[in-house]
């Protein structure tokens, strides 16, 4: 699934092509995606004046001069390809501007898109809960004090718990525990303060790492201009089980379940 490095990315690309253009046509070539397109999507968007691109959590969020915007969010497969030389199979939304043309294409359909007021962005249920962005000054040391204060589950399950931090997947959890030397397993509300704060940066850091590198290219992510991301090659923990951690005073790599997620550590130097 395409996490928050790879959606910044696709947010960014498309920024480039779609910021200041006003919409020509927007075509739907199926009802729906995990759930169906907006009725109004077409009419509101065509016509419609693109005025910025911006992300929250794991979503895309496409802003127009109408005060409406369109949330994406990209499933298990979605990409967004500009200019495509030839349709796809799986092009299931196609929008144009006088310049470029954009298709949404999602081969498993576990994608969406959202038609939503923007003065009630923040209120949209998926929204709502959300906590705050890992790469805004809401992320902080005394916020997560405060959020895993008496928590029980596993520091990286409560990590992937979108109501303490927004957009964290398992990849990036995994890299910034193994950064932060943080033991997966250890209780949330058992993490001390000079740990967290590690966590902290460790989070921005690896974040930060895999926006600059494209995103982490596990089997059919691309960005949008159809270059593969390659901050997979970096991977530090993540999908690495039996090879030697690759700090001097660690071990050999692990792989374990956490709520029905596999979890990379090391043993040694992750306490």
Request: hydrophobic fraction near 40%.
């Amino acid at each position: 699934m395409p996490e928050l490095p790879e959606v910044e990315t696709t947010v960014r690309g498309l920024a480039r092509f779609l910021e200041g253009e006003v919409v020509t046509s927007l075509t739907l070539n199926r009802a729906d995606l995990r759930r169906p397109f907006p009725p109004d999507l077409v009419q509101v968007m065509t016509g419609a004046r693109i005025t910025h691109l911006s992300r929250r959590a794991k979503y895309g969020l496409i802003h127009t001069d109408r005060a409406a915007t369109m949330i994406f969010h990209l499933g298990m497969s979605g990409r967004w390809r500009i200019d495509p030389a030839a349709p796809e199979t799986h092009d299931h939304l196609l929008m144009t501007t006088a310049r470029h043309r954009f298709a949404l294409c999602d081969p498993r359909r576990f994608g969406s898109v959202d038609l939503v007021a923007t003065d009630t962005l923040d209120a949209w249920p998926p929204f709502a809960a959300l906590g705050p962005e890992p790469l805004g000054a809401g992320l902080s040391v005394a916020h997560l004090q405060a959020a895993l204060a008496g928590k029980l589950p596993a520091i990286k399950l409560c990590l992937l718990d979108q109501r303490i931090v927004a957009g964290l997947g398992n990849i990036y959890v995994c890299e910034a525990l193994w950064r932060a030397r943080i033991n997966p397993r250890k209780p949330g509300g058992k993490v001390t303060r000079p740990q967290l704060e590690r966590l902290v940066p460790a989070i921005r850091d690896v974040l930060e790492a895999s926006i600059r590198d494209g995103g982490s290219t596990l089997r059919d992510y691309a960005r949008p201009d159809g270059e593969l991301g390659y901050f997979a090659s970096s991977f530090d923990a993540y999908g690495r089980e039996g090879e030697a951690c690759r700090r001097e005073d660690g071990g050999i790599i692990r792989r374990i379940v956490q709520g029905g997620r596999s979890t990379w550590f090391c043993p040694v130097c992750q306490k």
